[in-house]
Each structure stands twice: as C-alpha cells, then as structure tokens.
C-alpha cells in the first residue's frame, strides 16, 4: 500500500436505498435534503466497495447492478467528498 494507482470514475450499483426521511449529515454537519440516494459502489478494477452518493433523478433505474460514474465537484480537496454523487449511466 505504498504506490497510487488511478481507477476508473465509473463502477457498479452493489446495493442501494432511497433515503426519505432528514437528518444532519455527520461528515459535513449540513442537513441533507430529501430524498436522496446512497449505496455501494464497486468502481471498475477494483475489489472492495465504498459507500456514496446517488444522483435518484432516473429513480427508477437505480438498481442493483446498474453501471454508475461519479460526478465531481467543481473545487476538490484531495478526498472522498470530491465526489458530489454518482448517477446511472443509460
């Protein structure tokens, strides 16, 4: 784990939920509005999974196994936040 190895923005849905309900999001201190999605993503050659994120806009393409891309932020920090969401790719 000494060495960065760039990846792909692009991945797949491993699980997901529609939240409804608003709440303080403790990262960042802002209440998020509703609703909105979050899920597992498995980025492309990648073995793990990480939790983020999911523009609902085509709610009802948002399944398990749908190919996502993540959209980033226009000023970025060097982390995970950089990434504001990501959203299905049709």
Same mark, same amino acid.
Request: glycine share 8%.
């Given at each position: ?7 792909? !923005? +692009?991945?797949?849905?491993? !699980?997901?939920?529609?939240? %409804? $309900?608003?709440?303080? /999001? =403790?990262?960042?201190?802002?209440? %998020? =509005?509703? =609703?909105?999605?979050?899920? @597992?993503? +498995?980025? /492309?050659?990648? /073995?793990?999974? $990480? ?6 806009? #085509?709610?009802?393409?948002? #399944?398990?196994?749908? %190919?996502?891309? !993540?959209?980033?932020?226009?000023? %970025? #920090?060097?982390? @995970? @936040? /950089?990434? #504001?969401? $990501?959203?299905?790719?049709?």
């Amino acid at each position: 784990m000494e060495e960065l190895i760039e990846i792909s !923005a +692009q991945g797949t849905l491993v !699980a997901s939920t529609i939240i %409804r $309900f608003s709440f303080i /999001d =403790p990262e960042t201190g802002v209440t %998020r =509005p509703v =609703p909105y999605g979050y899920g @597992l993503i +498995q980025l /492309d050659g990648c /073995d793990n999974t $990480f939790q983020h994120f999911i523009n609902i806009e #085509k709610e009802s393409k948002v #399944k398990i196994g749908t %190919r996502v891309r !993540a959209v980033f932020n226009e000023k %970025r #920090k060097g982390n @995970l @936040l /950089d990434i #504001k969401y $990501f959203e299905v790719i049709d």
